[in-house]
């Protein structure tokens, strides 16, 4: 054979190659990725190159150990490409990325899978739905979760889904409630083990909450704890007569999990009817919480009620972030969360004791928080017929898009919005299935008059660090990096870069869209990129090849 | 005489399409009246909006936030001239627009009881009673209105069009506006002043404002456009630039000019 011939003969062996499920990622590997396993999901920290599931890591930092996009690099971003989703809604999810294939949610309950450096798809996922959903606040869905070779998705008609990673068949389809009675979901699930952990949507529809965890395997619920306690509970009597059975208290944003301790935590939200208290007097645990559940039984280890008795819509649907922080010369682990309600709190995650809390936003709802941590409510502050004036407003102080904790820095990176409402009470009698709010809410000046910012809050004391002012609004999560930068995003379409240690704008481009998503980052073949999605289009940014 | 029967029996068919199934199930609302105009009907009718509408047109019907739904207390109604066009939006809906239509499942009651809830929002009660005849001379002449403000494509851009202010303000907010200039000025009409490291200065209405940048118009209709980051420093200024009428105008003149100005909607 010549030589000729054997280059001829070796090309033809290389454009033989079978290429469909070969990722530009890792073009040497078999598989599109790696199994991903619990071990891989424990350590997802250590794989920074993945964004493994919703809030990039079990403790829910939305923290990256990636740096090549740092402060000195990082106003050299450029688009590298662009995915548009196809149906036109809100678009809030955050993509997962394994070995160079990008999983993204889409509106209203799809999920496509594309190469992560070309954005081009390798299959969709387009899940059936019926035609009488119920559902508040658009149609959208925030995210997959996955493990070793499947995807679990929450639908809107309330259903959990099992899809095949590689391919984007269906694998299971468990119905987790009856979307008629005003049940949906839109969150992504957390991996606890070999379990979907799982919440639900329906605040708005007197629904009763509760949060799921289902194996992974078959789908089969292993357990279920309501967020409203049953008539066999002494925190029941935190509800005025049957007011439980639609008390709302949804779990509509993924928690966090805590391995050596083999706790879940989640966030509840608004107790139902919304802005009519009188119908459910009482304290109405555990709405407004973060629950503390065993990661096996499901059992209550703790709760913290951030906002008893609410009646302004303060879903504490925020990530509970997990970081051990020195606190009076004392490594604690804490739970950092800046709340709907407009005040910032530091628990400790073991037993769920308040240890300190600042406002962290416009509020003048409450003097301020007892040694409990418990609101000390102003009074005349309830909604009324005529309409009473409460910051912050009904979308709250910041709300369920994603904070990020810096360990370099030691801050929490939060949304937040100095708003102010109008909050109306009404009657109204409930019927399954219709909203359920006893009321509504109203700006009384343009939504120009008010401002967001970025602020950087230092657990050890509640203090601001520094702000960065965004005109009008942000609705966007924030994501933090090994190389000191903060990524967010505000309503009228910009994505831009802080400084993580003084809020500094670095970097920023004009996309256009309405923003309500976070940023996510991960690296292929070295390369790190930043994702974030804006109006209906996935853009991926990264420094020149 | 044959063909002529198959070109009616076309048209009904034709019409029964155009219209849908809501033209053959709901007959009510053809011709009709509103049957369904007492106390009662107003307080159902208030109760099923609660339900249904707030969500986009505020709970007041004065507008949903940030523009989603539009002020249904001003009388008049975009897409609606009749009690029986506003039956049709109601059930049907608008083609084309966020407005959905409640569809064929409510009784036709309810939907008359929802037409006479939103008259009963609107009110000329506060309506001074003046000329907009007169009103329309004070614009383009004592008041100077017209230098800053256009109506129907005409007259300045230093104020918001005034074309059809007469479908968003009420003639006492009209009022309020001649005589308290600063006490509700939308953040477009805020002035912003910016000096340059330079020492060159620029001051215009702020037409829009983000995160990073902001435009204005300048005395002389000059757009300008900043980055916040760049070698300026800004201030917003949230007064008015319209002079108060209180001394310029006599209560009668003003009266008049409110007349004009709410006169000032849509052609139907």
Known sequence: MTLTRLIIFALLLTLGRPTTAQPTAEPESPAVFSPVTWERLLNAGSEPHNWLMYNGTLDSKRFSQLDQIDTSTVASLKLKWAHHIPQLDRAETTPLVVDGVMFITESPSNVVAVDAITGRPFWRYDHPLPDDLRICCGRNNRGVAILGETLYMSTLDAHLVAIDGRSGSLLWNQEVADHRSGYSKTAAPLIVKDRVVTGIAGGEYGIRGFLDAYDADTGEREWRTYTIPGPDHPDNRTWAGDSWRTGGSPTWITGSYDPELNLVYWGTGNPGPDWNGDVRQGDNLYADSVLALNGDTGEMSWYFQFTPHDVHDWDAIQIPVLADIELDGETRKAMLWANRNGFYYTLDRETGEFLLGKAFARQTWAEGLDSNGRPIRRPGTFPSQEGTLVAPIAGGATNWWSPAYSPRTGLLYVNAFDGEALFFSREQEYVEGNTFTGGGTETPLAIDNYASAIRAIDPSTGDIKWEFPITPRSRAGVLATAGDVVFSASVDGYFYALDATNGQPLWDIALGGPVHASPMTYAVNGQQFVTMTIGNVVYTFGLDD | ?268
Not at chain 2, 30 to 44: C, E, G, K, V
Not at chain 2, 94 to 116: F, Y
Not at chain 2, 210 to 216: A, G, L, Q
């Open chain 2, 1 to 268: 005489m044959r063909r002529k029967h198959l070109t009616q029996c076309l048209l009904v068919i034709l019409v029964i399409t155009l219209t849908g199934p809501s033209w053959t199930t709901q007959t009510i609302a053809q011709d009709t009246n509103n049957p369904f105009t007492s106390r009662i009907d107003l307080r159902m009718g208030q109760r099923l909006f609660q339900t249904q509408c707030t969500t986009c047109h505020g709970l007041n019907a004065t507008g949903g936030n940030e523009g989603i739904g539009p002020d249904l207390t001003t009388g008049r109604f975009r897409h609606a001239d009749t009690d029986v066009g506003l039956y049709r939006v109601i059930r049907n809906g608008v083609r084309g627009t966020a407005m959905i239509g409640l569809g064929a499942e409510p009784p036709d009651q309810s939907i008359w009881q929802l037409v006479t809830y939103l008259h009963s929002l609107s009110s000329t009660a506060d309506d001074p009673g003046g000329s907009p005849v007169i009103g329309r001379q004070l614009f383009n002449g004592k008041g100077n209105c017209n230098r800053c403000h256009m109506v129907n494509g005409e007259g300045g851009r230093l104020g918001p069009d005034l074309s059809f202010v007469g479908e968003r303000r009420r003639p006492s907010e009209l009022l309020a506006d001649l005589v308290n200039p600063d006490d509700e000025v939308s953040p477009r009409w805020w002035t912003m002043k910016v000096s340059g490291l330079d020492g060159r200065q620029f001051e215009g209405l702020r037409m829009h404002e983000d995160t990073f940048t902001f435009r204005i118009m300048d005395a002389d209709e000059n757009l300008r456009s900043f980055e916040k980051y760049g070698p300026w420093s800004y201030e917003r200024i949230q007064s008015s630039t319209m002079p108060n009428y209180t001394q310029s105008l006599t209560p009668e003149e003003r009266n008049n000019l409110v007349a004009y100005l709410f006169s000032l909607r849509r052609d139907r």
